[in-house]
């Protein structure tokens, strides 16, 4: 299967064939969203929950661990295109993929925080601070990398005939330009004891909420939308550029238009009180849901539907997957955060860190779709 699937995928290819428990199309989404929630779930038990976990790491470094992890899948997954583990049978190959995954988050982000935190405090290990600058270097990664496999179609080194070990180590190079070019120039500055006020283009809480919904811009044209409006074009480097360049104009619009939500609609007036500067920060946090049921309705439901038109297809999925992420937040803020996962309240009745806990469950769903390809269960094959 290959990772954060398009929609021009039929619903008679998805999840197919597999050994295992076999499910009708209506539950087999059902079935994928408990596994993620219930493996999640005990991840957080054993070293997240802040109240009763075995051992607590929360919220650093696990989230820079798990923030690293995700970027290293989205290498393997995407850029090389499970290259080295595709000869492997199911479950070896998702627990070699999955382990292989581990080892480089945990190097990677080991190196940054322990290592050249010594050289340079803002990612030194010493602080929460630390960790999270190390970590704040996958919210560039996962678009710089991601866009070049997905969005720009892996060019210019799809059109150059290179095998798939070395295209994956081309759209490396490039995705790391494109990473270190956005990390220095919009998030370092914010964190470097030498930086001054003017040398920064925006604040750190205004970084991370803007460039998440710059993510939530490229997830929803390309795995809702099939590429679209970019595809419109005809020439691929075009629609590379496009797709590069129009997700930021579109996120600026999502990001604006999430601030508005959360201030009307979705924070307490209190909470708004309490969060106060890092309100901006908060698209990212809605955000985040909203990434979770794209990629879920893209890899798991098979993009649901398929018989109304393509224009008509495509914004049901969207209002579903946008609907689901506001619903899931305003659970996840008012009961489950507190409730369910221990995290602290910002007023009473709100709290939580979605991106955490979301970020979690993408990892989990991420996992066990592209490196496990839904290994123990399969949905019934339905007729074109």
Not at 69 to 90: D, E, P, T
Not at 247 to 258: D, E, K, R
Request: proline residues 5%.
């Amino acid at each position: 299967m290959e990772p954060i699937k398009s929609s021009v995928d039929t619903p008679s290819t998805y999840a197919t064939g597999r050994a295992g428990i076999t499910f009708r199309p209506f539950v087999f989404p059902i079935a994928v969203f408990l596994i993620v929630h219930v493996v999640s779930l005990g991840v957080w038990r054993l070293f997240v929950d802040p109240a009763i976990a075995v051992w607590r790491y929360y919220p650093q470094p696990f989230g820079m661990y798990l923030f690293w992890g995700i970027l290293v899948l989205v290498f393997i997954g995407f850029n090389f295109g499970m290259a080295g583990f595709s000869s492997l049978k199911q479950p070896l190959r998702g627990f070699a993929a999955t382990g292989m995954t581990l080892l480089f988050a945990f190097a990677i982000a080991g190196t940054i925080a322990h290592g050249y935190g010594f050289l340079d405090p803002a990612f030194s290990a010493a602080s929460n601070a630390g960790y999270g600058a190390a970590g704040l270097i996958v919210l560039i990664g996962f678009y710089g990398f991601g866009i070049v496999a997905t969005g720009m179609g892996g060019w210019p080194w799809s059109d150059a005939g290179l095998s798939p070990a070395i295209g994956g180590f081309a759209q490396l190079a490039n995705g790391c330009c494109l990473t270190v070019l956005g990390y220095f120039l919009l998030v370092y500055p914010n964190l470097s004891s030498t930086s001054v006020s003017h040398g920064v283009l925006l604040t750190l809480p205004v970084v991370i909420g803007w460039f998440y919904s710059v993510i939530v811009a490229w997830l929803t044209t390309f795995l809702i939308f099939d590429n679209w409006p970019w595809n419109m074009l005809k020439h691929r480097s075009h629609i590379a550029f496009a797709a590069f360049a129009g997700n930021f104009l579109l996120g600026t619009a999502i990001y604006f238009g999430h601030l508005a939500l959360l201030k009307s609609i979705l924070i307490p007036d209190e909470a708004l009180g309490k969060i106060g500067s890092m309100l901006p920060s908060w698209a990212a946090q809605l955000g985040v849901w909203i990434v979770f049921w794209l990629i879920f309705w893209a890899n798991v439901t098979g993009n649901f539907p398929h018989r109304f038109g393509t224009f008509t297809d495509r914004v049901i999925r969207a209002i579903a997957c946008w609907s689901l992420g506001v619903i899931s937040f305003v659970i996840y803020t008012r009961w489950f955060s507190g409730v369910v996962l221990h995290e602290s309240a910002i007023v009473p009745g709100f709290g939580g860190d979605p991106l955490t806990w979301v970020d979690l469950l993408n990892f989990v769903m991420l996992i066990y779709v592209v490196y496990f390809e839904f290994f123990g269960i399969s949905k019934i094959r339905m007729p074109n």
